[in-house]
């Protein structure tokens, strides 16, 4: 028989007696602060067309990175997920594509026992139950019931998009695209009477990274797009300034660059130009396109001094690991990695050149959880223009929410950090995890009000700027 | 006077009541469930031989490189632990060499206090309380007592090695032999009455690693014992394939590979035969050598899949890090040193090409910690064939596995784990470390029931998972 | 309103009733131990000159480097802390100098919640407490009465540079002089009446470290010092071995070492010289540089066990990483950042020549805690003459000295580590400091009493050990 379901009221607090009554009392001060999320993968034209979304499976399974890897690591093929091979003449195993999206949501859920003891499993409880009001644990047995609860709810008036956005309480959400994108969503959203703050953010990396799939054609659209002649790398630079601009308009704050690693540089004029040549020729080598990657970041720090667009580095992940299932199935189905990164050199042309300048803004992202203390603490702690984004990706998690306080906090403080980012395609998910970073903060918090190192009243306030101030200020929103 | 010596029912688990008390029951459920030991270093005859132990200093302290290492730091000689130099030409510092076991003893028990907050004193305490039965903490004034104690009861037929093999309630346990093993004690263990489950581990580096002392000889003894040309590479393989045959004969279910470094290579036949040659030649360089390693995995990956053998990959020690030491003394003495290890690109080459097969089974472990969040529990979540292993060597410690499970669970889950490994040639301590991991795993997992991220029951059958069945799943025992 | 600041006695101690308990009577007995500070960087001059601190913001601001880095990380210039640009020429802002104290306490005041959750903040209120009696905390509205109260108590005879030396029962404090400084100050000390011990320590980085501002002049200075020709490495070693002794003679009883890496080197007596001379010619590379430190520590080596002065070394720090700060206003302005350091192979050479010497001590830091359960405690846990500082610089703070225990000493143990450092030029803090690391080390005790890894009789030893004796040991105090 299945468990039951339910969610507790002291959930991620301490045992403890002492600093689970403290952080029940601070949590209960800023639990219902309304959401904001500047950073995120969420799709736009959920909440410019607001139509209803199609079934369980589709909305819950298909679109997580975090389920499909945690599945495929037992063993269980992508097509057995719903996913069609891309290229059937290159290691078809001939496994059969399975499309009843019912017959999916079976074996995910007599597989949900794997999620145990990781995020996932929280934020898809908290979902069950405050979305969809579900009472058991998942399991084989109630997989159907869960998926025709589920189903039938989402067919409903009150589940379209923009329903679910003000039930969510979110304030604003920023979606991210790329250059060339249009932005046709976003303008539709901002012309219709919908009062919800759906922004966009300005990711630049398929026309940046000259290793990026498409890059020479991309830049010949970005030409096109800009009607700026990119000849030269001036021409270029006024037209990726144009794009920002666009950008802005529609709503953006921020920027984002996800580079292999953080790796900066600061060129002369005539270096630069030679490099932009080099690239533009298609006949550069890899450290070609890791010398002009480097330069674009210092460049787009340029612009956000002139544009006031927030800067985002999220660096030190190697994409599709998998190199066979990505021939088949493309990016994001979980086979990206984390890699050993490194700040200090690769950061400091950049911050060198722009980090005490009062004008620029700097948010820096790590999955490499050992520069916490060593090195992304130590440099947030100094230069004016960097601030260290949140617990990110494989550390959005309770575990990892709590070593990046206790690894930050002592040399960088609160207030070098810039709140949470749900960072997040799966839309339903994003009360759950900004609850869990709630969670974690106050129960961090608890901890120094139980040994003393903060009064309740310091925590309260502090609690209040992690859960919105910091982030509302760090991306001027 | 010497402090009173007494396990604690609750020693590992967090004074926490609440936390206390979940650890309590569920390490009451699985507490008495019988020792399953996949990976290990205990020496086969005691168990076909049944011989009695000889004293306490022989059994306990000298094959123990916990104790060597320490002792050693504080300025203890070996000689004076009983060691012979074996190269008295060399670095010959006049130390007399100590050949009463009793005086050894002594020194040991007079430094046993540098042990405290050590897995060790955890571990000997263990075997001094419940197979000795010893009342007080061993020091200066009881050592002779406690000599004299043990190594009476040693001569006695229940602490025979068989008897103590029931006694400890171990299921199965794999030794770990070389190549060239003839597995005569294995052979005979087979033959005999006895019905307890001792098989052995392939272990090839003495073959496959072009840098082990007498890698030469050893080829040569390869293809004698084989009968097989190896003349070439598929002949050197197929040699190979044959011992691996052998050993499975022999009750082996699984390989290990103790590498420097993670570095594999998926190479053309043609660039194999000539690494081979060059190998062969014995002119070659140490990026030979590695690239050749690095191969070899994949090589013996390949006949993981055909024989059925799991994999296992130790890498990142700097062997005898103490060059005199060494000459002296030779290996395991307590002067390997691990050293930062890298995993995500080394492992590419083997896990794209095997990676995701269904017959294949690779379980990888790490001397550095920075790769659990970093590297390997996203590996692990990803890869249906790999596994992680244990917190192993100086991490099979209470911190160590509290930091195992904080930092591996989140990404991987608990069922990309394979159980606990003792990996120790100290016979008598085995009880004592699986004990340490059980507690260790039930006060992890009471601490997730106590702030409601699972369930009581949901850790139930968790605990027990961790305690048999992921051993017996992973090493196909 | 300010709110009411007051120390409380629990502070640090878990809020579990167990281990808080267990960590108060542990801490009631070391609590009032002497402070022996064995490396740290206080002015002896205050010592040997004994007039009064001038005022709170030059006594407690200014020289900070903790407090200049959080408030630079704001925004606030050091112009506005009371530094001069020294070149006017580069990068002059125009920003004014703030040259009345009591305006740049105001900033600070105003600012001071950003070093909530920092070892600061309880440093610094615990002077405040502790020290001047003050009762509120620190805030803009009450900046003024602050300073005043903290200004005036610095004019009287009770917070003379001795009397507080007294007052903080200092049983020994270190300071740290370049190779060349003639410690007048230390020979007055000597010579005077007083009785307060206050020794140097011998850190040539201006006379070993080739890169070093001045190297080729500080030779020069080095040779007339000495009146030893130092045209040869020889003449050059015994010019060394000249000043270590003089520093002995004026107490020294340890030297330190602060290189970028832990690189050391076991050259040939050719190679030396040849090396030298390069290095003497100025016509040098930076791997040549970084050569001749790695040498100059294996001599620095050669010359302790000679002279028996304990060795420290501090590697892995990036100096000066603000190019423009520092030009504008030097060193130590809170812009030095960890970076990811070696020490396995790099110290090896070294350690493979004197690592296992009787009459040898060094004592090696990290900023790198990946190294603590990688490299640093294997290493201290097997050579004898290597011993682990304290959690240093950034990591001398409530979790980071965590940290430390629960990473280190289950492979090193407690006695392969040599008690706190303040490490601090900010003399009030000193109580502070030691406290803090007090009270760490009993909750870390605490916890292994409260599972019944330590019983409480053997936890009171090892208290008092790492609050006393381990330090007076290590240094040969």
């Given at each position: ?34 959401i ?9 034209s ?38 069609k ?60 019931t ?6 039938a ?41 919908w ?10 990396d ?16 970005l ?7 990119i ?24 920027t ?31 450290e ?24 985002q580095?999220?660096?030190?992940v ?6 066979s ?8 189905k ?7 990164t ?70 960088a ?65």
């Open positions: 028989m299945a468990e039951t379901l339910s969610l507790h009221p002291d959930r991620l607090f301490s045992s403890d007696p002492i600093q689970r009554d403290i952080a029940g009392r601070l949590y209960a001060k800023i639990k219902d602060l309304p904001v999320s500047p950073h995120g993968h969420t799709d736009p959920w909440f410019a067309d607001n139509e209803n979304f199609s079934n369980a499976t589709e909305l819950l399974v298909q679109p997580d990175h975090y389920l499909l890897r945690m599945l495929f690591s037992f063993g269980i093929p992508l097509q057995a997920l719903g996913f091979n891309r290229d059937l003449t290159k290691g078809d195993t001939g496994i059969p594509v399975e499309t009843d999206p019912k017959v999916i949501w079976r074996t995910f859920a007599s597989h949900y026992y794997l999620f145990q003891g990781t995020p996932t499993n929280i934020w898809l409880d908290y979902v069950f139950v405050n979305v969809f009001g579900m009472k058991e644990v998942l399991c084989a047995e109630n997989a159907d869960y998926y025709e609860t589920i189903t709810a989402l067919q409903t008036p009150s589940f379209k998009p923009q329903a679910l956005f003000e039930r969510f309480n979110i304030e604003v959400i920023a979606t991210t695209e790329g250059a060339l994108d249009d932005l046709r969503h976003h303008k539709k959203i901002k012309q219709s009477d009062n919800g703050r759906v922004i966009t953010a300005f990711r630049p398929n026309v940046t990274d000259p290793e990026f799939e498409g890059f020479e054609e991309n830049l010949i659209k030409a096109e797009v800009t009607n700026i002649n000849d030269t790398f001036a021409g270029y630079l006024a037209s990726l300034q144009n794009r920002r601009y666009y950008f802005k308009e529609m709503g953006a704050t921020s984002d660059h996800g580079h292999a690693t953080a790796r900066t540089l600061d060129l002369s004029d005539d270096e630069k130009e030679a490099l932009y040549q080099t690239i533009r020729s298609t006949n550069f080598s890899a070609d396109a890791d010398r002009f990657r480097a330069q674009m970041l210092t460049e787009m720090a340029a612009m956000s001094i002139e544009d006031g667009l927030v800067m580095i999220h660096p030190g190697y994409r599709n690991h998998n190199q299932l990505f021939e088949q199935f493309g990016r994001d979980g086979a990206d990695i984390p890699v050993a490194e700040y200090v050199n690769n950061l400091r042309p950049l911050l060198n050149k722009y980090g005490s300048h009062p004008k620029f803004k700097v948010i820096v992202f790590t999955l490499d959880e050992t520069n916490y203390t060593r090195e992304l603490a130590p440099l947030a702690g100094h230069y004016p223009a960097l601030k260290l984004g949140p617990a990110w990706w494989f550390h959005d998690s309770p575990e990892g929410m709590r070593r990046y306080r206790q690894q930050v906090t002592e040399t403080g609160f207030y070098n950090t810039v709140g949470f980012n749900d960072d997040t395609r799966a839309f339903l998910s994003i009360p759950a995890r900004h609850d869990v970073a709630r969670r974690m903060d106050c129960a961090f918090l608890a901890e120094l009000v139980s040994d003393h190192r903060l009064s309740e009243k310091q925590a309260e306030k502090i609690a209040y700027d992690l859960t919105y101030s910091l982030a509302k200020d760090a991306y001027d929103l």
